[in-house]
């Protein structure tokens, strides 16, 4: 009779173990990067979606569905860490319009699906206004060299009710023309450059140091031209980028909207 319970105990057993997975932390020492299926991180363990078998432990089941169930808890996500910014480099030319440059580098590369690394170099428009010699450039009359405001870095800025914290002024122009070039661009710093609209208002800013002291205006700004005159810019960053406009007013501050706001260089 003993012997007949055993066995009844023992099956009894043996049929729970059958249809109650024993949880054995799928994950552990198995979490790896990158999308592609990989054997290396696979388990045999309770999955995201309930069920029981084969699971995963990369950064790709979670779009797949077939985690395994303590995915979340042993493979934490990891956003991308970068060093901070260098600082910027010089202008590339003394008394031409150019770009300057910082960097920053990886750190740390994101793993099992955290924030991707963000841009790691960023460009803005520069101009040296002294020479090799220290001597002023004395720039002749010409077009209007000019970047996005977003590019402008290093500028002037604005206190809290939109005054300058330095000297200068904006001017508003009328759009008569641009090259086709503007719309061509797809570098990162380039893209400003496709908000160029005949016969839409933009605003450009002129502050220290494009502000000529001897003046007090800026290159191409229009300040001794007929208002009816038109007037000549080019983009700094694309020379192929250029076209005309036409002088409306001077004003103490730019009021247009960012996608059409820009600085003298």
Known sequence: MASTVEFAYSLLLLCSLGTNHVI???????????????????STDWRMDRGYGTCYCDEGCAGTKDCCLDYFTLCPAQACTVSPWSFWSGCAEACRPSLRLRIRHVEERPSNNGEPCP?????????DYRDHQGLACGISSGPAFITSMEFGKGRPKQDNYGRPLHPGF??????????PHCTVENRPHTYWMRYFTEGFTVCVACSPPALSNSSGGCQGDGQETDSDAVLRWQAVGNPRCSGTWRRI???????????????FI
């Not at 841009?119 to 101009?127: F, I, K, S």
């Not at 007013?249 to 600085?263: D, E």
């Open 249 to 263: 007013r001077k004003t103490q501050r730019c009021n247009c909207p960012p996608q059409h706001s820009f600085v």
């Open 119 to 127: 841009t790691l170099e960023e460009r803005a428009g520069c101009m």
């Open 24 to 42: 054995t932390a799928g994950c552990l020492g198995k979490c790896c990067g990158g999308g592609a299926r990989d054997m290396r991180c696979t």
């Open 170 to 179: 904006c001017v508003e122009f009328s759009l008569e023309s641009r090259s």
